[in-house]
């Protein structure tokens, strides 16, 4: 983790100092589940807050983006007595979380696609109110992907969809070659962003130019 954040500190000194950079904070709200845990639905409605810094290539219709942020993960299950289900079940990660990502203009629209990598910082299992224990460790470093599209509401606010993936699973389990990958237990998410960049990211399709004799 402290690789990271000094990553991100470089990352934002430079970006001060270069007209290529655009700056950014952001707050989304995602439904989340684990697949494997028994249950579905993307019932936890987790937070993810933090920064971002936005590099522009070229002709200023792609660039590569870089976020630090604090990530809440997991997967909720709420007892529902009038259908017979009893069972209150919550399942809560928080993480500290650096997606790295690529930016290009398609159709008129921003799409982002690329690698997500996580630090657990706390992870809580509950059934019923009563702290339920994992069979195996947490994996404390996780590995995913993220792919989203944007959509300007003004010159600076932009308005996303992502969807995010886990590749690697939540818990360790030796038990042989890709045991652990076979068990099961990943993250999955879909939700909004709403992301206010200090100053214009500018994503336009570049009109061709006149050519000059």
């Known amino acids: ?20 950079f655009v700056n950014s904070v952001h707050i989304d709200f995602y439904g989340n589940q684990v697949d494997g845990d028994g249950y579905s639905g993307y019932s936890h409605i987790g937070l993810q807050t933090g920064l971002g810094s936005l590099y522009l290539l070229g002709n200023l219709n792609r660039g590569i983006g870089f976020e630090i942020n604090y990530v809440t993960k997991g997967a909720r299950v709420w007892p529902q007595p009038k259908n017979g289900l009893n069972n209150d079940f919550r399942f ?6 650096v997606p790295i990502f690529y930016v290009f203009n398609k159709w008129g629209v921003p799409f982002e696609i690329g690698p997500t990598i996580s630090y657990l910082m706390a992870a809580k299992r509950e059934f019923n109110g009563i702290t339920s224990p994992t069979s195996f460790p947490y994996r404390e470093i996780e590995l995913g992907g993220m792919i989203g599209f944007n959509y300007k509401m003004t010159d600076k606010l932009y308005f996303k969809f992502r969807i995010t993936n886990s590749i690697s699973p939540i818990f360790k389990v030796d038990a042989g070659p890709f045991w652990d990958l076979s068990a099961g237990n990943f993250h999955r998410g879909a939700g909004l962003n709403l992301t206010y960049y200090f100053s214009k990211p500018n994503f336009k399709q570049p009109k061709d130019q006149p050519l000059v004799n």
């Open 92 to 97: 809560n990660l928080s993480y500290f979380e």
């Open 1 to 20: 983790m402290r690789f990271l954040t000094i990553i991100f500190c470089i990352f934002c000194s430079v970006s001060f100092a270069q007209n290529r």
